[in-house]
C-alpha cells in the first residue's frame, strides 16, 4: 500500500489517498479545537490514543454486526480506511444532558434522558454545525429516508452496545457523535470513536474522562487520554 497526496485536512484528522482507489489512509493529529474551533490547542499524543481507541472500538463493533470504514490499524498514528463518501450530517446520541444540550434548552446538567436523544448536526464548521432535522435533512438532500432510518438504527444500536462496554470499565457513557458515509451502496460507520467524540463519566466520583477536560480546562488531559485508552485495551 502506498500513501498518496492529501485529499483532506480536518481539526484532528488528515486523510490520504493510497494506490488503492477503495481505500484511504487516515492520519489523526494531536491537534485539539473546542466551540467550533474557537478554542485551540494540543494535546501530546491525543492522535495515537484516538486512533488506537476507534480502531479497537471499529472491531468490537464488527462483532456486534455494524459495518465500520476501518479495513486495518497501520501504526500508533494511522488506520486504513474504506473510501466512503461522508454523509455530512453529525449523529449525536444522548443518554445523559450536559454539553450544548445544557447551554441551549435549560434543562438540569446530568440528568438521564429517557428516552435517549438523538439529534442531527450539519457538518459545516462554517455554519458552526447547527442543528438540524430529518425535514432539513430531506430538503437540503444530504441523505434519503431510508438512509436515515439505517442510520438511526445503527445509531441506537451502537449506543446499547457501547453503553454495555463502557459500563464495564467503570465510565458511564454520557453521549458521542457519529459519522456515517456511503461505500459501494451501503452505508456504514465511519470518522472516530475516541475521548474527542465521546463523553464518559468515571463511575462513583463523576470524573469527567473525555475531551471536556481540554474544554474546560481541567487539567491531566493528557493523562485522562492514555487512561481511557488503557482501560479500552482490557477489552
Ligand atoms: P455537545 O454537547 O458539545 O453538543 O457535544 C455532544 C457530543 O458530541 C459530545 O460527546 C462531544 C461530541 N462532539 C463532537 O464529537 N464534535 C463536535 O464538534 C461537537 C460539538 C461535539
Ligand atoms: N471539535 C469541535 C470544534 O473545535 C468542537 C468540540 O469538540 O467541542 O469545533
Request: with cysteine; net charge negative.
Amino acid at each position: 500500500m502506498k500513501k498518496l497526496e492529501q485529499l483532506y485536512e480536518g481539526k484532528a484528522k488528515k486523510v490520504f489517498k493510497t494506490d488503492n482507489a477503495d481505500h484511504y489512509l487516515i492520519e489523526y493529529k494531536d491537534d485539539a479545537t473546542a466551540f467550533n474551533g474557537e478554542k485551540r490547542g494540543s494535546i501530546e499524543d491525543k492522535g495515537v490514543v484516538n486512533n488506537l481507541m476507534s480502531a479497537k472500538m471499529f472491531q468490537l463493533l464488527e462483532n456486534e454486526g455494524v459495518e465500520s470504514h476501518l479495513v486495518e490499524l497501520l501504526n500508533d498514528r494511522e488506520m486504513l480506511v474504506k473510501a466512503v463518501e461522508i454523509i455530512q450530517v453529525e449523529v449525536i446520541v444522548r443518554n445523559v444532558a450536559t454539553g450544548s444540550m445544557v447551554r441551549r434548552l435549560g434543562i438540569e446538567d446530568g440528568i438521564t434522558l429517557e428516552p435517549t436523544v438523538l439529534e442531527y448536526c450539519l457538518k459545516s464548521d462554517a455554519f458552526g454545525d447547527p442543528i438540524i432535522n430529518d425535514y432539513h435533512i430531506a430538503a437540503m438532500k444530504l441523505a434519503t429516508e431510508d438512509e436515515m432510518k439505517q442510520i438511526r438504527d445503527m445509531a441506537f444500536k451502537i449506543n446499547e452496545f457501547m453503553k454495555e462496554t463502557f459500563i464495564k470499565l467503570d465510565l458511564k457513557l454520557i453521549d458521542f457523535k457519529l459519522e456515517f458515509g456511503r461505500f459501494k451502496g451501503k452505508i456504514i460507520l465511519a470518522d472516530e470513536i475516541s475521548p474527542d467524540t465521546c463523553r464518559f463519566w468515571e463511575v462513583g466520583t463523576n470524573r469527567k474522562m473525555d475531551k471536556d477536560r481540554f474544554r474546560q480546562d481541567l487539567g491531566n488531559v493528557k493523562a485522562t487520554y492514555q487512561e481511557v485508552l488503557k482501560k479500552v485495551q482490557t477489552l
